[in-house]
């Protein structure tokens, strides 16, 4: 390639840089908790502007890079307080972004000429290094809002934890490593063969990284989707048998209005026979009522049928269950969180209170406190806990037969309500302690 197609070359690189930057800030802005809708018309015009000033400033100034990041700065913050979330930790970020872009070109540079320094001796302006430079610049872009952008949502993959999330950022390490290497081994077939086979291969690094990214999100999304499925399932099933209890209950109180009047006849006539037998029947009748009673704990319908139905659990497993529920306000919840909280947190609390010896119990409490609600969760448990603050312990841990969810999630979900749990071991009794602003 001559001087000449290398100049116009160099041009196409400078404009496509421009048209890179701008989309990465858009991508990466899109990707941030929204608290502003209906903004998308503005959002494309912020992005056009974006884009028109910093052509303009990368052909109006030589070399401007300080004046390009104060401009990018100033533009990424405006538009992303405006038009995006005014949160004042995303106005970090958004500080932080177009920081982390223009140092990492700073790099590049360096890097290139250190590189020609060290093989040639001498720094010269070459169209050559000089568009290859631009290009793994423009990738290194790509690579770094990737970055930026699995790290602002990584509540969305917090199914994958540990070594296998930090796995995720071993692609791009290991892609850079081999870009640099290419670039250092590469010179002699780059001055007989041209670097478009290097620069060919740099370009399937950096698609293969996306697709990597794409992958690994498809399947912490499928993660969360089958955890929701199943969640879903459990408040089906729940619901279900407390609609057939309804429906049971009904029938059976239809049948005891039928017969009341000679229940009645029969209650005055051994109350004139035989007082003592008298009372006994009427507080057999008091029971059969209580058996027909469904108990409004709260006014939310779905912890209302969370409660009725554990507590038909507990019954039915010899455990002694006791709830209190004040004046609670807990509409802002979702059903599907509200199962994912309380069933699965009294699913734990039945597992326990069966494997106790002795006298087996759950207690519920709840009641609001100014501006939040307290939950606190007591039962039995088995013997050879020791007490103290603790993490849930292994028999507590829930498993498959807990809708594969365990104190974690219930953790995540609180904390996207602005809520917090505590655990305790007291005296032979797991306690959880829940906060959930009203």
Not at 421 to 428: A, D, F, K, R, V
Request: hydrophobic fraction near 45%.
């Amino acid at each position: 390639m001559n001087w000449v197609e290398s100049g116009r070359w160099n041009e196409i690189l400078v404009c496509m840089e421009t048209i890179v930057i701008t989309l990465c800030t858009w991508f990466f802005l899109s990707h941030t908790e929204h608290d502003r809708e209906g903004k998308t018309k503005y959002r494309r015009i912020a992005a056009v502007l974006y884009c028109a000033g910093l052509a303009g400033l990368t052909v109006g100034l030589a070399d401007g890079r300080s004046v390009k990041l104060v401009y990018m700065v100033f533009m990424t913050m405006a538009a992303g307080r405006r038009l995006y979330s005014r949160d004042s930790m995303y106005r970090f970020y958004y500080f932080l972004f177009p920081v982390t872009i223009v140092t990492a070109q700073i790099f590049v540079d360096y890097m290139i000429l250190a590189y020609m320094s060290s093989r040639w001796g001498i720094m010269v302006f070459d169209y050559a290094s000089e568009n290859t430079g631009l290009l793994i610049r423009q990738l290194t872009e790509i690579l770094l809002t990737g970055v930026w952008v699995v790290l602002l949502n990584r509540k969305k993959y917090e199914h994958v934890r540990g070594i296998r999330f930090a796995g995720l950022f071993l692609p791009p390490a290991v892609s850079v490593f081999i870009i640099f290497s290419l670039l250092y081994i590469g010179d002699v077939f780059v001055q007989l063969y041209g670097a478009y086979l290097i620069i060919l291969n740099i370009l399937f690094l950096v698609l293969m990284n996306l697709y990597i990214w794409y992958l690994f999100s498809y399947q912490s999304q499928n993660k969360k989707l089958r955890a929701e499925l199943e969640i879903r399932k459990k408040q089906s099933e729940m619901q279900y048998r407390y609609y057939e209890k309804v429906e049971q209950r009904y029938r059976s109180s239809r049948k005891m209005v039928h017969d009341m009047r000679n229940h009645l006849q029969a209650i005055e006539a051994l109350k004139e026979q035989d007082a003592a037998q008298g009372k006994e029947y009427v507080r057999s009748m008091h029971q059969m009522l209580d058996a027909l009673g469904i108990v409004n704990y709260t006014e939310n319908r779905m912890l209302n049928i969370i409660l009725n139905d554990k507590a038909e659990e507990a019954k039915k497993s010899g455990i002694e269950m006791e709830i209190r529920i004040g004046e609670i306000r807990l509409e802002h919840i979702r059903d599907m969180d509200m199962t994912t909280i309380f069933a699965n947190l009294l699913d734990n609390a039945l597992e326990a209170a069966q494997q106790a010896e002795g006298t087996r119990t759950i207690q519920v409490q709840a009641d609001a406190f100014h501006d939040f609600t307290a939950v606190k969760i007591r039962n039995s448990m088995p013997c050879g806990s020791t007490a103290g603050t603790s993490a849930l312990p292994p028999e507590h841990q829930a498993g498959k037969n807990h809708m594969g969810i365990g104190l974690e999630n219930v953790r995540h979900t609180l904390e996207a309500y602005g809520g917090g749990m505590m655990t305790e071991i007291l005296e032979g009794e797991f306690v959880v302690s829940l906060t959930i602003p009203a």
